[in-house]
């Protein structure tokens, strides 16, 4: 998940968009919890929304990642994996997509670690230092190069810390193109994941990082209902890429905050043609899967 800062606008929880123009201006902002040292306040604040969609991205991630990889050249080795095949998180935050996919662990496995007594007490640095043995413990073998980009800066610093990142650029690409750094690591990507950014960042972030690749990765990107996505799959498709996904079926994000937030959700999915019974009506934001792949024919 992003740090909630819209482009353009100036920072900080007071500052409204044009309803119209800003897909997220009637979503609860957390700003606060978004760009701590430690990810702590972030599960501690968000646990009784039931904060869900990476549980759901966990096991899509990784039947996309093993489908990217078998279609990938050889690498050095001569297998199919690719020694240099990277996965990037956008609005990677504290790393916790790269957690879930190169772990042995669940989502619920996380909230019982960052928001139990077993961590409360401890400082960021010995936070960082458990972590670093939590995490080195239960890595799975077929753990993939991983790359995160979020402008939250000490979010991505601590997941680089702990090893959940191998590169992190906090950077907002929805107003400067990327740095050499990023640019150079993109070379290497092969899927590009996405879990809780799509309506803070736009078409121009994906832009900007598609124009540093000649063939571009795969996209596995949910977004909420509430977020149109035609924009972004244009662009994609101007860099060689078709999008899928299925209408019929969603995953659920979190309960709503308030009432407000909940009218504010229906109206715009209403607004886009989508039926809201038993999904937001009932209560929850609900995302749909969006898949992005290479046109039929062209190089994987």
Same mark, same amino acid.
């Given at each position: %998940?992003?740090?909630?800062?819209?482009?353009?606008?100036?920072?900080?929880?007071?500052? %409204?968009?044009?309803?119209? $123009?800003?897909? %997220?201006?009637?979503?609860?902002?957390?700003?606060?919890?978004?760009?701590?040292?430690?990810?702590? /306040?972030?599960? +501690?604040?968000?646990?009784?929304? !039931?904060?869900?969609?990476?549980?759901?991205? *966990?096991?899509?991630? =990784?039947?996309?990642?093993?489908?990217?990889?078998?279609?990938?050249?050889?690498?050095?080795?001569?297998?199919?994996?690719?020694?240099?095949?990277?996965?990037?998180? @956008?609005?990677? /935050?504290?790393?916790?997509?790269? $957690? @879930?996919?190169?772990?042995?662990?669940?989502?619920?496995?996380?909230?019982?670690?960052?928001?139990?007594?077993?961590?409360?007490?401890?400082?960021?640095? !010995?936070?960082?230092?458990?972590?670093?043995?939590?995490?080195?413990?239960?890595?799975?073998?077929?753990?993939?190069?991983?790359?995160?980009?979020?402008?939250?800066?000490?979010?991505?610093?601590?997941?680089?810390?702990?090893?959940?990142?191998?590169?992190?650029?906090?950077?907002?690409?929805?107003?400067? &193109?990327? /740095?050499?750094? @990023?640019?150079?690591? %993109?070379?290497?990507?092969?899927?590009?994941?996405?879990?809780?950014?799509?309506?803070?960042?736009?078409?121009?972030?994906?832009?900007?990082?598609?124009?540093?690749?000649?063939?571009?990765?795969?996209?596995?990107?949910?977004?909420? =209902?509430?977020?149109?996505?035609?924009?972004?799959?244009? +662009?994609?498709?101007?860099?060689?890429?078709?999008? $899928? +996904?299925?209408?019929?079926?969603?995953? &659920? *994000?979190?309960?709503?905050?308030?009432? !407000?937030?909940?009218?504010?959700?229906?109206? =715009?999915? =209403?607004?886009?043609?989508?039926?809201?019974?038993?999904?937001?009506?009932?209560?929850?934001?609900?995302?749909?899967?969006? !898949? +992005?792949? *290479?046109?039929?024919?062209? &190089?994987?």
């Amino acid at each position: %998940m992003c740090a909630r800062r819209r482009p353009g606008t100036p920072d900080g929880p007071d500052t %409204m968009a044009d309803p119209v $123009a800003d897909p %997220m201006a009637g979503k609860t902002r957390f700003d606060d919890i978004y760009d701590l040292p430690d990810p702590r /306040s972030y599960f +501690s604040r968000l646990a009784p929304y !039931e904060y869900e969609i990476p549980h759901h991205a *966990q096991g899509v991630f =990784r039947r996309t990642l093993a489908a990217r990889r078998a279609g990938s050249p050889p690498g050095p080795r001569g297998d199919g994996a690719g020694d240099g095949f990277t996965v990037l998180d @956008l609005c990677c /935050s504290y790393g916790i997509n790269a $957690a @879930l996919l190169n772990h042995d662990l669940t989502l619920a496995d996380l909230y019982a670690h960052y928001a139990g007594p077993e961590t409360a007490e401890l400082s960021t640095g !010995e936070l960082i230092d458990l972590d670093k043995e939590f995490y080195a413990a239960r890595r799975r073998t077929d753990a993939v190069r991983l790359v995160g980009v979020d402008t939250a800066a000490n979010a991505t610093a601590y997941a680089l810390a702990v090893g959940l990142l191998d590169e992190a650029y906090a950077e907002n690409l929805e107003r400067v &193109p990327p /740095s050499p750094g @990023l640019a150079r690591a %993109m070379s290497g990507v092969g899927l590009i994941t996405v879990t809780g950014g799509i309506g803070y960042v736009t078409h121009r972030t994906f832009d900007a990082l598609l124009d540093c690749v000649r063939l571009p990765p795969w996209v596995s990107a949910f977004v909420l =209902r509430t977020v149109p996505y035609d924009r972004i799959a244009q +662009s994609l498709a101007a860099h060689g890429l078709v999008t $899928a +996904s299925d209408p019929a079926r969603t995953f &659920p *994000q979190r309960l709503f905050t308030s009432a !407000e937030e909940q009218r504010d959700a229906v109206d =715009r999915v =209403r607004a886009l043609g989508l039926d809201p019974a038993g999904l937001e009506a009932a209560g929850r934001y609900h995302t749909r899967l969006h !898949e +992005s792949r *290479q046109r039929p024919g062209c &190089p994987a």
